[in-house]
């Protein structure tokens, strides 16, 4: 059972375009932690929501956590080749509950 | 320092070898994870350490033993793994390990691991 829904999978977009990822679920999640992974390196953290109803920003990308803290958002503003790679969201419940990924690509 | 690091970065290694994936942390963090990753997949958890103590074993083939020699080290052995063991070997760490709202994981670089 997949706890942790996230959407799109695969995005291929033209740089400068904007795009939302989103995870949802239907469990409640003590935080939730989005991730960036570039091809054979570990996941890096970008930022952890914990208040149902937070916005996060960090410069182009805006983190939302819904107000029941079981869903959230991941929105990137005029998209770079630099923001390619995998995004994961992870919901915490002792242990961290991945979503499936988005695979996002920029092309110049 | 806030970062975790994992040697070796590539292995590969047959199927009758035994060899070691290590990880270290300086962060003071005191739950230590392993994790699977296949390509394009998310991490895949297998092995939790809390305060030195294995708090989780996700039902690993017993050809992955973990080791916690103490709070700022973990060491991933392997013995006699199967080609479908190749993946992306994933060690993380967090303050601590549990339903806290902070607990954030950070994690290394990863090791590369091919069986043949």
């Known amino acids: 059972t997949q706890l942790l829904e996230q959407s799109p999978q695969f995005l291929s977009i033209q740089e400068g375009e904007n795009l939302t990822v989103y995870c949802n679920s239907s469990?409640?999640?003590?935080?939730l932690q989005w991730y960036r992974q570039e091809p054979g390196e570990g996941p890096v953290l970008l930022v952890t929501?914990?208040?149902?109803?937070e916005v996060k920003k960090l410069k182009r990308l805006t983190f939302q956590f819904g107000d029941a803290r079981k869903d959230s958002s991941l929105h990137i503003t005029a998209a770079q080749p630099g923001d390619t790679g995998l995004y994961l969201c992870?919901?915490?419940?002792?242990?961290?509950?991945f979503g499936q990924g988005t695979e996002l690509s920029v092309k110049p | 320092d806030t970062e975790v690091t994992q040697t070796p970065k590539h292995l590969v290694m047959g199927m009758t070898n035994k060899k070691s994936l290590k990880c270290e942390q300086h962060?003071?963090?005191?739950?230590m994870y392993w994790y699977k990753q296949k390509a394009k997949k998310p991490p895949e958890l297998m092995f939790v350490?809390?305060?030195?103590?294995?708090?989780i074993n996700e039902s690993v083939p017993s050809r992955f033993s973990p080791e916690c020699p103490n709070s700022s080290l973990l060491n991933l052995h392997l013995h006699a793994l199967q080609p479908e063991d190749s993946a992306l070997y994933l060690c993380?760490?967090?303050?601590?390990f549990g339903t806290g709202a902070y607990n954030e994981q950070f994690f290394g670089p990863g090791t590369r691991l091919t069986v043949l």
């Open positions: 993380a760490s967090s303050h601590h």
């Open positions: 469990s409640v999640f003590s935080s």
């Open positions: 929501v914990v208040t149902g109803g």
């Open positions: 992870a919901g915490a419940r002792g242990k961290l509950i």
């Open positions: 962060m003071g963090h005191r739950a």
């Open positions: 350490y809390s305060y030195e103590k294995l708090s």
